[in-house]
């Protein structure tokens, strides 16, 4: 089955980083991409202590305010509950090609490394896995522990991109949102999304 590189699956989860999320959905929706968002119930306390974001508890009314922030089309964004089975994430008959967890906890990470699928975002890591597409996970954790390397060096044996939300300092960055817009590049770039976030090393 051939897989749709316009639609990206986006999962947020509690740890540090909501500014990162933030500025991937705002280039994802600009770009025209379909994001299918799914958000656990501690990055909702996350976002509301890194933004101020006051998200509510069902997904219909996340997707209006979410569409208003952005002010995207409607139809560019779909969000699932955390136990919203009927998504299509949770089958492997979607054809989303691309699945990013930004910020991902060390317990998502871990859930995924096992094939825990207790709710949907885990499950949605699970398909991709087993379906061979692109899993990109952004563990903000600091120091990691031996356990969180074994699970990661695990998951990167399967073919899982981890990406840990670290910036250079190269390019002398003055503002908070230069070195958020330094990780989403790095993200983009693995999500294979044009972008001109930065100027590429060289040029």
Not at 16 to 36: C, D, F, M, N, W
Not at 70 to 93: D, I, N, R
Not at 113 to 131: C, Q, T
Request: hydrophobic letters at 45%; aromatic letters at 6%.
């Amino acid at each position: 089955m051939t897989t749709d590189n316009t639609q990206i699956a986006l999962a947020l989860t509690g740890a540090s980083g909501a500014p990162y999320s933030q500025r991937l959905l705002e280039v994802l929706l600009g770009q025209g991409i379909t994001v299918h968002l799914m958000i656990s119930a501690a990055a909702r306390i996350v976002f509301s202590d890194e933004l101020d974001w006051k998200l509510p508890a069902r997904a219909g009314d996340v997707q209006k305010m979410l569409v208003e922030e952005f002010q995207c089309a409607p139809e560019l964004l779909k969000v699932y509950g955390e136990q919203q089975w009927s998504s299509p994430l949770a089958s492997g008959s979607h054809k989303v090609g691309t699945m990013i967890v930004c910020p991902c906890t060390m317990g998502t990470l871990s859930s995924i490394a096992v094939g825990s699928s207790d709710n949907l975002i885990n499950r949605a890591a699970d398909v991709m896995l087993k379906e061979d597409r692109k899993l990109i996970l952004v563990p903000r954790e600091a120091p990691f522990s031996a356990i969180h390397l074994e699970n990661m060096l695990k998951l990167a044996r399967l073919g899982v991109c981890i990406l840990p939300p670290n910036p250079g300092f190269y390019f002398r960055p003055t503002q908070i949102s230069e070195i958020v817009d330094f990780v989403v590049a790095r993200i983009l770039d693995q999500a294979k999304i044009e972008h001109n976030l930065q100027p590429r090393w060289g040029e």
